[in-house]
Nanobody, 125 residues
Framework: QLVESGGGLVQTGGSLRLTCTAS????????IAWFRQPPGKEREFVAA????????YYTASVEGRFTISRDSAGNMMYLQMDHLQPEDTAVYYC????????????????????WGRGTLVTVSS
C-alpha cells in the first residue's frame, strides 16, 4: 500500500513537495510514477523514474517545473512541484509498476500495479 502526502492549497507560482511511501518498506516495482486526476477528467501521467538507472521522464506540461526523485534506499519517492499553475489542480497519486519500465507502460494508469489513495493539490489563481 502506497501513501501520498504533501498536498494542499497554494497560490499560482508557488511550490509543493509531494512524498510517497510504502509504510516504511521499499517501494517495490521496476518503475515508480506520479499520476494526477484533475476535476472531471481522466487520470493522467505526470512523471516516472526507473529503478534500474534512475532516469526520469515527464509529461510535456510539467517538464521544467516538476522534479521526480527517490531516496537511495528506495523507501520514498518525491515530486517537487514549482511554478504551479491553476491547471495543475488535481488529486495526485503515486503508483508502482512491476512488469515493465517501458514508456508505453508507465504512462498508462491501467498498467500500474500498486496505487496510493491520492493527495489533493489545489492551485488558486
Amino acid at each position: 500500500q502506497l501513501v501520498e502526502s504533501g498536498g494542499g492549497l497554494v497560490q499560482t507560482g508557488g511550490s509543493l513537495r509531494l512524498t510517497c511511501t510504502a509504510s516504511g518498506r521499499a517501494i517495490s516495482g521496476v518503475v515508480i510514477a506520479w499520476f494526477r486526476q484533475p476535476p472531471g477528467k481522466e487520470r493522467e501521467f505526470v512523471a516516472a523514474i526507473k529503478r534500474r538507472n534512475g532516469n526520469a521522464y515527464y509529461t510535456a506540461s510539467v517538464e521544467g517545473r516538476f522534479t521526480i526523485s527517490r531516496d537511495s534506499a528506495g523507501n520514498m519517492m518525491y515530486l517537487q512541484m514549482d511554478h504551479l499553475q491553476p491547471e495543475d489542480t488535481a488529486v495526485y497519486y503515486c503508483a508502482a509498476g512491476r512488469r515493465s519500465d517501458s514508456h508505453a507502460y508507465y504512462t498508462r494508469p491501467e498498467a500500474m500495479d500498486d496505487w496510493g489513495r491520492g493527495t489533493l493539490v489545489t492551485v488558486s489563481s
